[in-house]
């Protein structure tokens, strides 16, 4: 177990969240952040904000699951991306987001398949076989979501849209809780 799964939360209700986490499989995890009644002051503690980028502060990282909250600026985004092989739900705390995903075509490029906004409570799921992603944040104001991977990613393919190619990168935290 990492250090970072016994870090106090900042509030009873994402503890409670954390809580129900580790007692469950992944076949819950959308039931448990869809009844989580958490709100932005659940996060006060975790929050970091970047006006270069979004930042990705980490609540909790443990072999079971990796729970990340994403702190936004309007208009960032984030680039296409997968997941390294690992389910990953979305639970919007505040703003509204477009998520669009994208299928590779037998030549290798990659195609606009849906996007679709959700907004604060709306809980959104990514899997690699469904394709890749991206997430923009469409509010005119700070925004914040909370991703959860079914077990903790430590890379994944980016999309560099100036090559055209899917390269591999390194994940980190700009915060740890």
């Known amino acids: 177990m990492s250090s970072r799964d016994n870090s106090p939360l900042a509030s009873d209700t994402l503890n ?3 809580k129900a986490l580790s007692e469950e499989d992944s076949t819950k995890y959308a039931d448990l952040l869809r009844t989580a009644e958490l709100s932005a002051d659940d996060f006060e503690s975790c929050c970091s ?6 930042t990705r502060n980490c609540v909790i990282d443990n072999e079971d699951f990796e729970l990340i909250l994403l702190c936004w600026q309007p208009g960032q985004l984030t680039p296409i ?3 390294g092989g690992e389910e990953c739900w979305v639970k919007i705390i505040e703003g509204e987001f477009k998520e669009t995903v994208y299928k590779e075509d037998d030549a290798g490029t990659l195609e606009i398949a849906r996007t679709t906004e959700s907004k604060a409570n709306d809980i959104t799921y990514m899997v690699d076989f469904m394709g890749f992603h991206s997430l923009e944040n469409l509010s005119k104001k700070k925004s914040l979501s909370l991703h959860l991977y079914a077990k903790p990613i430590r890379s994944c393919q980016v999309f560099d849209e100036e090559t055209g190619e899917l390269t591999n990168k390194d994940l980190t935290y700009d915060t740890i809780a």
Do not use: A, I
């Open 16 to 18: 409670e969240l954390v």
């Open 49 to 54: 904000w970047s006006s270069e980028s979004y």
């Open 81 to 83: 991306h997968d997941h």
